[in-house]
């Protein structure tokens, strides 16, 4: 951390169902003079905080307009589909698309799964969020699929979920504003990516002077040699004789 730095906060964005302990655990005891801040922010509205300065970065769940934006992929989740207990759907471990055809399906507006044709009967409304559209599930008019980790999030007792095994996956992702990539920006990334603390995040390290001096000390510690091979007797000292 260089003294710039120092009394600083880190602003840190993320979107429902994603957790970021790990690597804020991680930040405190790297960076103690840099305080975190989470910001939780709607999958829909975090593209428009990080540009608009908001936030330093931010988790968010792709696809997103990267227009100004950098993004480090991470990680995907599977897709479930959250139903009434009850459902039909629960008698099975796992469902496929078809398994959905008769349902009304919710398709939230702050969806991020990337459908090619969405599953089941469009629902008779399009909730603002996920959060509307699992009360809706729950008073049992109609059925949602969402990432696993959202699922986790909204579970109640009168919910129930199973995956969808040929469903699109969830994919969630690292962004911030490109023309702001500052230090900070830059050791949360390495913190993402798993680099050590020694890392030097791409600079190229010094080397010790200590360690810059072993060969060549190597090299005038080693005996010289004749062009026979054999070392070179110095000049003080008197060859042996055979004895009788």
Do not use: C
């Amino acid at each position: 951390m260089t003294d710039g730095e120092t009394g600083r906060v880190f602003r840190l964005a993320y979107v429902p169902g994603v957790t970021p302990a790990k690597w804020v655990n991680i930040w405190n005891e790297r960076m103690p003079g840099v305080p975190l801040t989470l910001v939780a922010v709607p999958a829909a509205e975090v593209v428009e905080l990080l540009r608009s300065g908001g936030a330093d970065a931010g988790f968010v769940r792709l696809p997103i307009d990267r227009d100004g934006l950098s993004v480090i992929p991470l990680y995907v989740e599977d897709t479930v589909v959250m139903v009434p207990k009850g459902h039909v759907v629960t008698a099975a471990d796992e469902v496929t698309v078809a398994d959905l055809a008769d349902d009304e399906v919710f398709h939230p507006l702050d969806d991020t799964i990337e459908w090619a044709v969405r599953p089941g009967q469009p629902a008779f409304t399009r909730p603002a969020t996920t959060a509307e559209a699992v009360e809706l599930v729950a008073s049992g008019t109609g059925i949602l699929p969402v990432p696993l980790s959202l699922a986790r999030l909204h579970h109640r007792k009168d919910l129930a979920y199973r995956p969808v095994s040929d469903a699109p996956q969830s994919q969630v992702a690292l962004s911030w504003p490109t023309d702001a990539t500052t230090d900070l920006v830059e050791d949360f990334i390495g913190i993402v990516r798993g680099r050590t603390v020694n890392s030097s995040r791409g600079r190229t390290p010094e080397t010790p002077a200590s360690s810059a001096k072993k060969p060549a000390q190597r090299q005038a510690q080693k005996p010289a040699q004749n062009g026979s091979g054999r070392r070179a007797v110095p000049a003080g000292r008197k060859k042996k004789g055979h004895r009788r």
